[in-house]
C-alpha cells in the first residue's frame, strides 16, 4: 500500500505514484491510499491502479484508523509506504494499534533538527526509512535515526514522458510564450513564512530569481508553475515589485498535471531553494533537454554538476544567478553540452526503473527479514 496523505500536487506526489506504477508494472498488487481529492487521482485510475479513500486532505485528522488497519489485514497488505508527515504520524499510532504490515517512510525533505527523543518510536515502530537523497539520510541520522533504519534510493523520473514534447508544445507557447522573450521556468509552490512581507524570503527563493532577473538587460518571460491560489499570486507580486522585478513579465501558469509541454518552451530553468531534498523541477526539465541552474545547496549538488551538465549559484546571490543567465543565453556552445550530459545523467541515475527496482529491493529485504526472524 502507498499512503499518500497530501493533496497531490508536490514533487513528492508525483514521486508516490509514480513507484505505484512502476511496482505495478513490475506485477505487484498495489493499493494507493489517498484523500478523496487528490489531485492525480485519474492518472492513478487510468493506471489501474486499486484504491482506499481517504477523507480529504485537509481533513485527515479525522481519519478512521480502525477501518484502515482492518482493510490492511483483510486484503492481506505486506508493506504500508508512506511520503508524507501527516502519513507518518497515521502509521506510528496504527502500530501501536497493532497494524501487522512492515512500515516504510519515504523522506523526501532535509531534516534540521538535532537528535531528540521524538525519533525513538521512529527506530523501534518503523522498519526503514527511504531518502531520496544522501544529503536527506545524513539529515535523518543527525537526527537520531538508526543507520539500520535509513537508506538512499534516489528520485527518478519517467523519461518518456519528456522525449517527444514538442506537438503539445506549440499550444502552450501559443497561450503563455511570448515571441522574441528569453523564456525562463521556475516550478515551485509560494511558502512563507506565518507572517507575510514582500521583503521576507521565501522558502522557494521567488525573491532571488526576481532579483536576478530584474538586473538583466534582456526582454524575459517568467514562467511560474506551481502557485495557484489567487492570493499566493497577488502575493508574488508584490514581492516581485519589492524586489524591482515588473510583475507584467510574470506568467502564472498554475499547477499542471502535465508539465512536460512547458519545458518545450523554456529556454532556462531555474530552482533558486538551497534546501530541496531532491527536487523532480530540477530533474525533470534536465530529461527534457532544458538547460537547469539550481542554487549550490542540499539535494541539488547531487543533481546538478557544476559546470558540467547544468550550473550552481551561490544561495541567495542573484548577481551570481544573473551571470549564470548570460552565460546560457549568450553561450549556444554550453547549452548544448548542459542538455547531452544532463540527459545522459537522468538516465544513468534518476529514471524511475532504477528507483523502483531499488524500492522494490528494499521491500523484498525486509519481508525476508521478517520471515527469517527467530519466533517467539
Known amino acids: 500500500m502507498s499512503l499518500v496523505t497530501e493533496e497531490g500536487r508536490a514533487g513528492s506526489d508525483r514521486l508516490a505514484l509514480d513507484i505505484s506504477k512502476g511496482l505495478k508494472r513490475r506485477g ?47 486484503e492481506g497488505v505486506d508493506i504500508v509506504n508512506t511520503h508524507h508527515s501527516v502519513g507518518r504520524h497515521m502509521l506510528l499510532k496504527a502500530k501501536l494499534r497493532g497494524l501487522g504490515p512492515r512500515t516504510v517512510f519515504t523522506r523526501h525533505c532535509i531534516l534540521r533538527t538535532l537528535p531528540y527523543l521524538g525519533v525513538f518510536p521512529h527506530n523501534f515502530l518503523v522498519d526503514m526509512n527511504i531518502a531520496v ?25 519517467e523519461r518518456n514522458k519528456f522525449v517527444k514534447i514538442s506537438e503539445a508544445a506549440a499550444s502552450v507557447r501559443e497561450r503563455f510564450g511570448r515571441l522574441g522573450a528569453l523564456t525562463i521556468g521556475m516550478i515551485a509552490r509560494l511558502q512563507h513564512g506565518k507572517k507575510f512581507s514582500p521583503e521576507k524570503p521565501t522558502l522557494k527563493g521567488h525573491e532571488v530569481i526576481f532579483r536576478a532577473l530584474a538586473g538583466l538587460r534582456n526582454d524575459v518571460n517568467l514562467l511560474l508553475l506551481g502557485p495557484w491560489i489567487e492570493d499566493d499570486i497577488r502575493k508574488l507580486k508584490l514581492i516581485a515589485e519589492a524586489n524591482r522585478f515588473d510583475a507584467g513579465k510574470i506568467v502564472f501558469c498554475g499547477f499542471q498535471e502535465d508539465i512536460a509541454p512547458f519545458y518545450g518552451i523554456m529556454d532556462i530553468n531555474v530552482l533558486p531553494s538551497p534546501n530541496e531534498g531532491l527536487p523532480l523541477a ?56 548542459f542538455v547531452a550530459k544532463a540527459k545522459e545523467k537522468v538516465r544513468e541515475k534518476f529514471d524511475i526503473e532504477n528507483t523502483v527496482l531499488k524500492t522494490e529491493k528494499v521491500f523484498y529485504q525486509l519481508l525476508m527479514a521478517r520471515k527469517n526472524a527467530p519466533q517467539t
Not at 485537509?58 to 489485514?73: A, G, N, P, T, Y
Not at 535515526?145 to 528520485?155: D, H, M, N, S
Not at 541539488?300 to 551570481?320: H, K, M, Q, S, Y
Open 133 to 157: 537523497s544522501e544529503v536527506v539520510r545524513r539529515s535523518l541520522l543527525r537526527s537520531g535515526i538508526l543507520p539500520k533504519c535509513a537508506v538512499t534510493v534516489y528520485g527518478g523520473v
Open 28 to 74: 505487484h498488487r498495489v493499493i494507493l491510499c489517498a484523500p478523496s481529492d487528490y489531485a492525480l487521482k485519474q492518472e492513478a485510475d487510468e493506471s489501474g491502479l486499486e484504491m482506499f479513500s481517504l477523507p480529504p486532505w485537509k481533513s485527515l485528522h479525522s481519519v478512521d484508523l480502525s477501518s484502515f488497519i482492518r482493510f490492511c489485514k483483510i
Open 282 to 337: 530540477i530533474i525533470e526539465p534536465m530529461a527534457a533537454g532544458v538547460p537547469c541552474i539550481g542554487a549550490d545547496g542540499g539535494g541539488i549538488r547531487e543533481i546538478i554538476t557544476n559546470g558540467v551538465d547544468g550550473f550552481l549559484f551561490r544561495p541567495g546571490d542573484a548577481d551570481d544567478l544573473a551571470g549564470k543567465i548570460r552565460i546560457l543565453y549568450e553561450s549556444r556552445e554550453t547549452r548544448e553540452l
